[in-house]
């Protein structure tokens, strides 16, 4: 790939977008009780957690899932399919996976759903993103 004809501000709008979409995804509005459940944590576990350390990793780990899915779809994929490449990244890739990492682990069906349901949202929305901005 050219990076002269890369577009490292969709990519960062890509990132900034689904760190956004995990604020609102793991807040009260939506699945936060759900995930604490699942996981095991209370919401005193989250006051201790070193929460500038926590957001910084997740953001530059956002920043490297959408360069990577830039690569992946090249520098000007068309929308529908960057949109359906980013859904069957998340469901067909991160999901999966999980799963397979859910099963062993024991871990609860709800915490899978929560997970794997943000996953393929995020991936389905940087194809979006990363589809309209070329």
Request: proline share 3%; net charge neutral.
């Given at each position: 790939?050219?990076?002269?004809?890369?577009?490292?501000?969709?990519?960062?709008?890509?990132?900034?977008?689904?760190?956004?979409?995990?604020?609102?995804?793991?807040?009260?509005?939506?699945?936060?009780?759900?995930?604490?459940?699942g996981?095991?944590?209370?919401?005193?576990?989250?006051?201790?957690?070193?929460?500038?350390?926590?957001?910084?990793?997740?953001?530059?780990?956002?920043?490297?899932?959408?360069?990577?899915?830039?690569?992946?779809?090249?520098?000007?994929?068309?929308?529908?399919?960057?949109?359906?490449?980013?859904?069957?990244?998340g469901?067909?890739?991160?999901?999966?996976?999980?799963?397979?990492?859910?099963v062993?682990?024991?871990?609860?069906?709800?915490?899978?759903?929560?997970?794997?349901?943000?996953?393929?949202?995020?991936?389905?929305?940087?194809?979006?993103?990363?589809?309209?901005?070329?």
């Amino acid at each position: 790939m050219n990076f002269a004809d890369f577009n490292f501000i969709a990519v960062l709008i890509a990132a900034l977008a689904t760190f956004i979409l995990g604020g609102v995804w793991y807040s009260p509005l939506m699945f936060k009780n759900a995930w604490l459940d699942g996981c095991g944590l209370t919401d005193i576990d989250l006051q201790n957690a070193a929460i500038g350390k926590v957001f910084t990793i997740a953001f530059i780990l956002s920043l490297l899932a959408a360069f990577i899915f830039a690569l992946f779809l090249g520098p000007r994929p068309e929308l529908g399919f960057a949109v359906g490449a980013g859904f069957a990244a998340g469901l067909g890739w991160v999901a999966t996976s999980f799963g397979i990492s859910y099963v062993f682990e024991q871990r609860p069906l709800k915490l899978f759903l929560v997970n794997a349901g943000y996953h393929t949202v995020q991936f389905t929305l940087m194809g979006l993103i990363l589809g309209l901005w070329h």
